[in-house]
């Protein structure tokens, strides 16, 4: 069925619709044009309003996940830190029980065969175990010294 009213709808971002009645539209095209103009304006700096917003997000998002980032670096090198010190002052107390025991020895002149080894031993793991020198020890080249469990392969 034809009305013979004609009539221009915009559904998209406008919601709005001109047509027939008390004027033509053709007299209404100024107004419609004018209508079209400010919706685009206002789109576009809703656009713009939402890109910016989406990049400061973004941005926002960056910072956090670098700042996390940096927190976990952080973290990392104080245990690594922290598993040196403890490393190196169980080191020193290897030492300290090693040169206690050669002390406490019953023959002062003469060191036993065996504890003379014992003594060369515990000194070079000693030293395998102090984060300073960390002396190569081939038996042990395979056991990460800071859990003291062998590396997997």
């Given amino acids: 069925m ?16 001109w047509k027939d009645g008390k004027s033509l539209i053709e007299l209404q ?8 103009e400010i919706s685009a304006k206002e789109w576009t700096d809703l656009r713009i309003k939402q890109i910016a917003e989406e990049d400061i997000r973004k941005e926002k998002e960056r910072i956090k996940l670098e700042f996390e980032m940096e927190r976990e670096k952080d973290l990392e090198n104080f245990k690594e830190m922290m598993n040196k010190a403890n490393r190196w002052h169980t080191s ?4 300290n029980y090693i040169s206690e025991m050669e002390t406490r020895c019953p023959t002062k002149e003469s060191l036993p065969a065996e504890l003379f080894n014992w003594l060369q031993w515990a000194r ?4 395998w175990y102090d984060p300073f020198i960390e002396k190569e020890d081939l038996i042990l080249k395979e056991v990460d010294r800071n859990s003291l469990t ?3 392969k």
Avoid at 2 to 17: P, S
């Fill in 124 to 127: 070079d793991k000693a030293d």
């Fill in 92 to 95: 020193n107390n290897l030492r």
């Fill in 150 to 152: 062998i590396k997997k």
């Fill in 29 to 36: 095209i100024s107004k419609i044009i004018a209508a079209l």
């Fill in 2 to 17: 034809t009305t013979g009213i004609f009539a221009f709808q915009v559904a998209r971002y406008l919601h709005r619709e």
